[in-house]
């Protein structure tokens, strides 16, 4: 899987933009937890074997004051990360994975123990999260994989800026002591219908606050039968 060289070059602007107009959002109960994970694995051993390594992203990381997981210490790239189902031990972690509903053999490698959160974060706030930028940190299956937990991110931006001044939100955004947000920008490329979104959610939260929840929410914000946690098949 190639990285790009020119995170703005068209090619990679027009086919991430493509990927992400297909992306399902992780609040629909349509959402398949299962089918998005290999996805954000992938995004995670792409970040970490190849992306931080680019020049680009180098470059980027350097401007928002957030340091790559090859700059920490121990430095970190996905052979060197210990999942739980890496365990030498047989006994230890889900090598019984029926235990939890699933089958028994994994139907792909598991994942890196590292979050891509705080760099999908860091990318919002500073509204640097474009399909090209997101692709050079993420590779190929960036918006399946982390396409849901970015239009999250965003989401929850506004609801931050709208609940607070701006020193909470940086406060909010500063990865203390050293990794502070070198600063903020207003969310960029909002559409309507993202808008639109986050107003229903904004008004169901409201709700929530007044315990109008359950038989008690408002006729339009009830939900028969789920959660919004989308679908989690067999765990129990």
Known sequence: MAHPSNFNSPQVRTASAANSNSTTRADDSSFDIFVWHPKYASCQRYFLDHAQ????????????????????????????????????DPGVG???????????TLPFPPAPSISLTPYIR??????LDFPGVLHGFFGDDWAAGIGPLHEQERR??????KSG??????????????????????????VEPEVVAAEKSWSEFMAFEDWMIGPRAPAGNRQAGGNGAGNTGGIR
């Open 53 to 88: 390594h680019s020049g680009p992203v180098q470059a980027v990381s350097a401007f928002l004051n957030i340091h790559l997981p090859y700059q920490r210490d121990p430095p970190t790239n996905s052979s060197t990360v210990v999942s739980p189902m890496r365990s030498t």
């Open 94 to 104: 889900l090598s019984n994975a029926s235990s939890i509903g699933g089958p028994s």
């Open 122 to 127: 860091r990318l919002v706030v500073t509204g």
């Open 156 to 161: 929850n931006y506004m609801f931050a800026a």
């Open 165 to 190: 001044g701006w020193s909470s939100v940086k406060n909010a955004y500063d990865m203390a002591p050293l990794e502070t947000v070198p600063f903020l920008r207003p969310l960029q490329g909002v």
